[in-house]
C-alpha cells in the first residue's frame, strides 16, 4: 500500500528522470555559469546534461557563453577547415529566407557555421565525403538562439528553431 507522499514523490522522481535522460541524448546548445562540476554524478555518461546546473526544482542555461563564430570542426579523426566559400554560401542561402531576415532585422548576430558531412563508402572502397547542409547559430544578446538548418545541395531553408530564455529574478 502506498503512502500518498510517495504517490506523489514517485511520479514526480519518474518525471525528472524522463526529463534529464531526454536532455542527456539530444543536442542542446546551453552551457552555465563557472561551475565545473558534475551536477548528476551517478549518470553513467556525461554530455549535454553536464552542463545544467540542477538546483532546488529549477534548471539554468546560460546562453551568453555560447561558441564564437567557429572556422573548424573537431572530428575524431582531426579537424575539418570550412572554406570561405562555403561558408558563403550557407549564410547566403540563409539571408535568402524572408524569416532568417527578420531573425537578422531582430539583432541575431551569425555566431557558428556547422557543416553537416555525409561521408559515403564506395563499393570499390574509395569514401567520399561532402557537406550537403550546414546548421547556422544565431545568437541575439544572452538571450536567445536560433538554430537554422540549410540545404546546400537545394539552396534552400529547412528548419529554424529558436530557444528564448527568461530569467525573473525576485528577491
Do not use: H
Not at 572554406?83 to 524569416?99: H, Q, R
Not at 569514401?127 to 545541395?153: M, Q, Y
Request: glycine share 6%; net charge positive.
Amino acid at each position: 500500500m502506498m503512502t500518498s507522499a510517495l504517490k506523489i514523490a514517485l511520479p514526480i522522481f519518474v518525471l525528472l528522470l524522463g526529463i534529464a535522460i531526454y536532455v542527456s541524448l539530444t543536442n542542446v546548445v546551453a552551457q552555465t555559469g563557472e561551475s565545473s562540476e558534475t551536477p548528476l554524478p551517478w549518470l553513467p555518461f556525461r554530455g549535454p546534461l553536464s552542463r545544467f546546473k540542477w538546483g532546488s526544482a529549477k534548471v539554468e542555461a546560460n546562453l551568453s557563453r555560447a561558441q564564437t563564430y567557429c572556422g573548424r570542426i573537431k572530428r575524431g579523426w582531426g579537424s575539418i577547415e570550412i572554406s570561405e566559400e562555403f561558408k558563403n554560401n550557407v549564410v547566403n542561402i540563409a539571408k535568402s529566407d524572408s524569416d532568417v531576415q527578420n531573425l537578422l532585422s531582430e539583432g541575431y548576430n551569425v555566431t557558428r557555421i556547422q557543416p553537416i558531412i555525409k561521408t559515403v563508402v564506395e563499393a570499390d572502397g574509395s569514401v567520399v565525403a561532402k557537406a550537403k547542409s550546414a546548421i547556422l547559430t544565431l545568437r541575439k544578446d544572452g538571450s536567445s538562439l536560433a538554430f537554422i538548418w540549410v540545404d546546400v545541395e537545394n539552396n534552400k531553408v529547412t528548419r529554424i528553431e529558436i530557444i528564448t530564455r527568461t530569467v525573473i529574478e525576485k528577491p
